[in-house]
């Protein structure tokens, strides 16, 4: 498979249906600076240039929606991601914007936006590995970030084998990354889009092939196995829901006008 393909394949679905000091700022119309929570680095959804500027696709998205379409000046704060929701209802910042799933354990803490992306939880491995197949995990070390989905999708992998599995955590994707190149873990288990931004970048690292949930998609499935189908929703509050009503507006007409679409051309179909 073209290594390039790997992102081309990313948030298909979505795409078929229709920061502070980096960034120009915009003052709506109350002068509220929204501050957007995301766990930073996790490219490339959000992560730093050489150069210090924050980027990433879920940076644009916001500068779409915050500031050119509802006219907020806002900024990101940068926080772990386990602890992401404990840190938004402390009141530490308006919203979460950190390619977060939305799923039922999450919306009984937060209230989530209209989906904007959709996403595959899958495996990546060494070049030449042992590991054809997900039954081929059975018994090894993988990697995920804690409190993401791609932990409790390895955790669902571990109870289908019967407690075979051994799972490492890490605060950050990038220490997971690092021990599959270090030959610590023989797969990482994470977002596809970020997963494949990491094989880009790196010859020795490949999917893991196969099928999985997103087989029934047809010709828009992935090329390489997915363990799950999910979707990434903004987090607020709960009761938040007039603001939420603005965002999700927001988010509408992004859509409509074919902002959304430039920003993920640029992003993922290079």
């Not at 502070?20 to 959804?45: M, N, V």
């Not at 955790?155 to 799972?167: H, M, Q, S």
């Amino acid at each position: 498979m073209d290594r390039r393909s790997y992102l081309k394949a990313s948030g298909a679905t979505f795409a078929a249906m229709g920061v502070a000091g980096c960034l120009d700022s915009f003052t709506g119309g109350d002068g509220e600076t929204i501050t957007i929570g995301s766990d930073i680095p996790y490219r490339p959804f959000e992560y730093n240039t050489e150069a210090g500027d924050l980027v990433g696709f879920d940076v644009e998205i916001a500068e779409a929606v915050f500031a050119e379409e509802l006219d907020y000046e806002y900024e990101f704060q940068s926080t772990s991601f386990d602890s992401i929701i404990g840190s938004l209802n402390n009141g530490n910042f308006r919203v979460i914007m950190s390619a977060m799933t939305i799923n039922e354990e999450r919306a009984e803490q937060v209230d989530f936006s209209d989906p904007y992306f959709t996403a595959y939880q899958t495996a990546v491995i060494l070049s030449g590995s042992d590991i054809t197949s997900k039954e081929d995990l059975r018994g090894v070390d993988v990697g995920v970030q804690k409190g993401t989905t791609g932990e409790t999708a390895a955790e669902a992998i571990r109870e289908e084998f019967d407690g075979e599995l051994n799972i490492q955590s890490f605060d950050q994707i990038t220490g997971a990354f690092d021990a599959l190149l270090n030959n610590q873990v023989v797969a990482v288990i994470n977002d596809n889009t970020v997963n494949a931004e990491f094989a880009n970048q790196n010859d020795e690292v490949q999917f893991l092939e196969g099928e999985g949930e997103a087989a029934d998609m047809g010709e828009n499935a992935p090329p390489y196995l997915t363990l799950t189908v999910e979707e990434y929703g903004i987090a607020f509050r709960q009761g938040d829901d007039e603001f939420r009503q603005e965002v999700n507006e927001g988010l509408a007409a992004i859509r409509e006008s074919g902002r959304y679409d430039e920003i993920y051309a640029e992003y993922f179909e290079g």
